[in-house]
T-cell receptor, first 113, second 113 residues
């Protein structure tokens, strides 16, 4: 009964490739997020969708494109991967209102060689 | 300088010790979160605070809005408490802003038996 799931868990790829990470939540939440955690464990928000609509778009290279086919799914597509894209990417979801708790997926460790 | 600063960055304790992790922030906030990241990588929300104090088992979180400061305390620490503890704030600017979080750099806690 995984609440927020991500696939794949590990992704190893060459520079220049295009890859996607998928996220699904079965909590009925309205808002979903993508976060990037760097090698120093620092988390930073990348994107957020509310009911399939993009509401937060931080300063992220436009090689990163989120897509939300429905409010239970938020996928992240990355074009022309670079070494600096290596990180752990976390998906999260939130119902909205109070309590304002975010539920995180298990993370996808991306390694770009 | 990061908008959210945690101290200490690394903390080592003996089992049974009382532990305090501090978080200071420089922006107006509507809520503050404490998160725990297990050695396996999963992130769990521990508390959300907008004022006062909350307690859950051996964990206590406090916040002082005027001083822009929060603390996470662990009583009777145990090796299973070893994890990264992350403070995150939800900015008050622009309303609730769909729960956009800004993170501290995390505190790595190691509790030895």
């Amino acid at each position: 009964d995984t609440a927020v799931s991500q696939t794949p868990k590990y992704l190893v790829t060459q520079m220049g490739n295009d890859k996607s990470i998928k996220c699904e939540q079965n909590l009925g939440h309205d808002t979903m997020y993508w976060y990037k955690q760097d090698s120093k464990k620092f988390l930073k928000i990348m994107f957020s969708y509310n009911n399939k609509e993009l509401i937060i778009n931080e300063t992220v290279p436009n090689r990163f494109s989120p897509k939300s086919p429905d409010k239970a799914h938020l996928n992240l597509h990355i074009n022309s991967l670079e070494l600096g894209d290596s990180a752990v990417y976390f998906c999260a979801s939130r119902l909205g209102g109070d309590p304002d708790t975010q539920y995180f997926g298990p993370g996808t460790r991306l390694t770009v060689l | 300088k990061n908008e959210v600063e945690q101290s200490p960055q690394n903390l080592t304790a003996q089992e049974g010790e009382f532990i305090t992790i501090n978080c200071s922030y420089s922006v107006g906030i509507s809520a503050l979160h404490w998160l725990q990241q297990h050695p396996g990588g999963g992130i769990v929300s521990l508390f959300m605070l907008s004022s006062g104090k909350k307690k859950h088992g051996r964990l206590i979180a406090t916040i002082n809005i005027q001083e822009k400061h929060s603390s996470l305390h662990i009583t009777a620490s145990h090796p299973r408490d070893s994890a990264v503890y992350i403070c995150a704030v939800r900015s008050a600017v622009g309303g609730t802003s769909y729960g956009k979080l800004t993170f501290g750099q995390g505190t790595i806690l190691t509790v030895h038996p």
